[in-house]
Antibody, heavy 118, light 106 residues
Framework: QITLKESGPTLVKPTQTLTLTCTFS??????????VGWIRQPPGKPLEWLAL???????RYSPSLKSRLTITKDASKNQVVLTLTNVDPVDTATYYC??????????WGQGTLVTVSS | DIVMTQSPDSLALSLGERATINCKSS??????LAWYQQKPGQPPKLLIH???TRESGVPDRFSGSGSGTDFTLTISSLQAEDVAVYYC????????FGQGTKVEIK
């Protein structure tokens, strides 16, 4: 059974860097074809894909946020870390991590709500 | 970026009625199209991938069709537990989601 869980701060001040960790079980990020992605959802708004890292360390980013995002993995710890620099109140959202294999995101964490406010 | 546009934005139907949700991409995504269901306070749940392949455990009243730029999610007989927001998503070129369609019971 695949499980994922997001962790990180619930409140971040504008201009700071947000760091979120996804800890997963039930699969290996060393297996060919596997990826872990991050998706966010502002309150009452649609889903927005942010970034994804593959088993071979290939990284993909949303073009609109690429300059502010970094995604890394530690396969031995079953963790993926997302950093978002220079946050703004518009970055307030529930942040999800999700498992991707062969097609698209077939298992998701419960999400973590991050509020950006001074 | 490939833009995904869903219609309608919301839908209110009686129990047992057929629900149809449309999704259009700004350029071809072939059949690299998924549908998700999101209930309040929950993460999205993958219903369909490859445009028409149901995930294991998804009731057969859910069906997907289409290819290229035009896709449809159909709920053949709406049940109370189907109240949710439904999203289409392309994975032909990275990933983008539609704006969502809210399905309610009339």
């Amino acid at each position: 059974q695949i499980t994922l869980k997001e962790s990180g701060p619930t409140l971040v001040k504008p201009t700071q860097t947000l760091t979120l960790t996804c800890t997963f079980s039930g699969f290996s990020l060393s297996t060919s074809g596997v990826g872990v992605g991050w998706i966010r959802q502002p309150p009452g708004k649609p889903l927005e894909w942010l970034a994804l890292i593959y088993w071979d360390d290939d990284q993909r980013y949303s073009p609109s946020l690429k300059s502010r995002l970094t995604i890394t993995k530690d396969a031995s710890k079953n963790q993926v870390v997302l950093t978002l620099t220079n946050v703004d109140p518009v970055d307030t959202a529930t942040y999800y991590c999700a498992h991707r294999h062969l097609t698209t995101f077939d298992a998701w964490g419960q999400g973590t709500l991050v509020t950006v406010s001074s | 970026d490939i833009v995904m546009t869903q219609s309608p934005d919301s839908l209110a139907l009686s129990l047992g009625e057929r629900a149809t949700i449309n999704c259009k991409s700004s350029q071809t995504v072939l059949y690299y199209l998924a549908w998700y269901q999101q209930k309040p306070g929950q993460p999205p749940k993958l219903l369909i991938h490859w445009a028409s392949t149901r995930e294991s455990g998804v009731p057969d009243r859910f069906s997907g069709s289409g290819s290229g730029t035009d896709f449809t999610l159909t709920i053949s007989s709406l049940q109370a537990e189907d109240v949710a927001v439904y999203y289409c998503q392309q994975y032909y070129s990275t990933w983008t989601f539609g704006q969502g369609t809210k399905v309610e019971i009339k």
